[in-house]
């Protein structure tokens, strides 16, 4: 059996399914993971066979772009409820949310007839992608096998490929499909879900979930062996995640900075985890720079994380353990820290809050041990679901049932 992946060109968003994507492997199964040609690299460190589809450039993020991810923090706090009632919502938000899935039809667009021709070749059983990954079903529909999204942060729970939030397709999303003659499918009927459930946020649509236990992947990397040595002072991990840093690299440092200097006077083990190349000059005396370890490997030796609210640097603090300061960047990151929050596993403190409030929160996160307790519990539901092993067996079956029903060979047998 063959299962093709696909993901686009953030590593946040093709971390998820390496656990999913290397039990496929050990089960015996044939893996490919299809993916633009700057992101190689980042495939085949992870042991896993690239694809690549796409343009053969990735483009530096354009102005307007930049301009976009800053404005996500700067308008009116958005309304409480939002995921599950996207009616709340004013026009501006509404049209926030739609230029970011419209940038998503764009990425779709560029990959779509790479990644259609590949399938069509390779004939997969399943499709396997992120939420935001729109060429994914797209190449799944084209050649008549189903597909599953992986779902990450909330392009699941809005369902990005919906103008509006309606029910009516996003302009030009339909088109992905007609394209190659098929009818349009909808991007995350079928979801994997790793959040457990306390940590899970409303959503606006009916989704049929299969829950997988989050195993956390950063990347690959090198343990330093300072890593190993107790920490005489309690050790704290900053970082404003990849997504910053990958399109606005400035505001990706200043963040950074600040959340540095608030929590600088507390006597802590202050470690800055950072992207290569961030210009992170003028940080506070002491402070441990690091870059490219990833999170799987620094977060079990810290007493706390301070971060911008990134699903993956979340998830990978509860599964280690470890409590977590959300300084959210925008109502997304705003929305998984009050998930955080509301399971006891971390803090949230405003985007524009004074140092001495961020140091205060902090202070208290290390000092009170109900995020300890909370922590546990999360992580025995984290622990009570399957495992990546346990999906593929569901997955296999569902595509062999599918296959049985509508009385279609399986390709990688009649080959």
Not at 255 to 264: D, N, Q
Not at 265 to 271: K, P, S
Request: hydrophobic share 45%.
């Amino acid at each position: 059996m063959r299962i093709l992946f696909a993901t686009w060109a953030a590593p946040g968003h093709f971390y998820p399914f390496v656990p999913l994507a290397w039990a496929c492997q050990a089960a015996g199964l044939e893996v490919r993971v299809a993916a633009p040609p700057s992101c190689q690299a980042m495939v085949r460190a992870a042991g896993l066979s690239a694809v690549a589809v796409g343009p053969d450039n990735e483009k530096p993020p354009s102005k307007e772009a930049v301009r976009h991810v800053r404005s996500w923090g700067s308008d009116r706090p958005w309304p409480d409820g939002w995921t599950a009632r996207p009616e709340l919502l004013d026009d501006r938000q509404t049209l926030v949310l739609d230029y970011t899935a419209g940038k998503q039809v764009a990425l779709a667009a560029a990959m779509a007839e790479d990644l259609v021709s590949f399938a069509r070749w390779w004939r997969p059983d399943l499709v396997v992608c992120d939420t935001l990954c729109f060429a994914g079903p797209v190449a799944a529909a084209a050649i008549g096998v189903p597909h599953v999204a992986v779902g990450w942060e909330l392009a699941t729970l809005v369902r990005s490929e919906r103008a509006g939030r309606g029910q009516g397709w996003l302009p030009g999303y339909a088109e992905l499909f007609e394209a190659f003659g098929v009818a349009p499918r909808a991007c995350a009927d079928r979801v994997i879900e790793m959040s457990p459930p306390s940590l899970r946020i409303d959503e606006s649509f009916p989704l049929s979930r299969i829950p997988m236990r989050y195993v956390p992947f950063n990347g690959a990397g090198t343990a330093p062996s300072w890593l190993a040595d107790q920490p005489r002072r309690p050790r704290v991990c900053v970082t404003s995640g990849v997504s910053l840093a990958r399109y606005d690299a400035g505001t990706g440092a200043e963040v950074t900075r600040k959340l540095a200097e608030s929590v600088s006077e507390l006597g802590l083990d202050l470690v800055i985890a950072a992207s290569r190349g961030t210009d992170l000059t003028g940080l506070p005396p002491g402070t441990r720079v690091v870059e490219g370890i990833p999170f799987h490997l620094l977060l079990p030796t810290c007493a706390a994380v301070v971060h911008h609210g990134g699903a993956g640097t979340a998830m990978t603090a509860v599964a280690s353990g470890v409590p977590q300061l959300i300084i959210p960047q925008s109502p997304m990151y705003a929305e998984i820290g009050h998930r955080v929050r509301s399971a006891g596993a971390g803090a949230v403190t405003d985007a524009d809050s004074t140092p001495e409030q961020v140091g205060a929160a902090l202070a208290e996160l290390l000092e009170n041990q109900r995020y300890a307790s909370s922590l546990a519990a999360v992580r025995v539901e984290m622990a009570a679901m399957p495992a990546p092993a346990d999906v593929v067996r569901e997955l296999t079956a569902q595509a062999f049932t599918r296959r049985s029903q509508e009385g279609i060979p399986c390709p990688t047998t009649t080959r």
